[in-house]
Nanobody, 114 residues
Framework: QVPLVESGGGLVQAGGSLRLSCVASRSILLFERMGWYRQAPGKQRELVASITSGGSTNYVDSVKDRVTIFRDNAKNTMYLEMHSLQPEDTAVYHC????????WGQGTQVTVSS
């Protein structure tokens, strides 16, 4: 059983916003580094953003300044706040450790229409 469950995706127009959630079935304090990955149709999965237990963050250049990753340790939840979404952000978004540790879950679909 995958201990991470993603939600929050949906269909939005270009320029819109979404907040993705990743809920863990165990304390995320155990996880030194977590991240959000995405896989667009016909493309390889890529790491979009990551955050350490200490709060240090990293972003891929294509989303920098449009996306914020943060975690609520008390709620065992990691979030990805996305703004100014573009059609090229369309993908299935997954959360996992960095580097990947758990099997991939179902993810959450983000579709951005032009």
């Amino acid at each position: 059983q995958v201990p991470l469950v993603e939600s929050g995706g949906g269909l939005v127009q270009a320029g819109g916003s979404l907040r993705l959630s990743c809920v863990a079935s165990r304390s995320i304090l155990l996880f030194e580094r977590m991240g959000w990955y995405r896989q667009a149709p016909g493309k390889q999965r890529e790491l979009v953003a990551s955050i350490t237990s200490g709060g240090s963050t990293n972003y891929v250049d294509s989303v920098k300044d449009r996306v914020t990753i943060f975690r609520d340790n008390a709620k065992n939840t990691m979030y990805l706040e996305m703004h100014s979404l573009q059609p090229e952000d369309t993908a299935v978004y997954h959360c996992n450790l960095v580097p990947r540790y758990f099997n991939w879950g179902q993810g959450t679909q983000v579709t951005v229409s032009s």
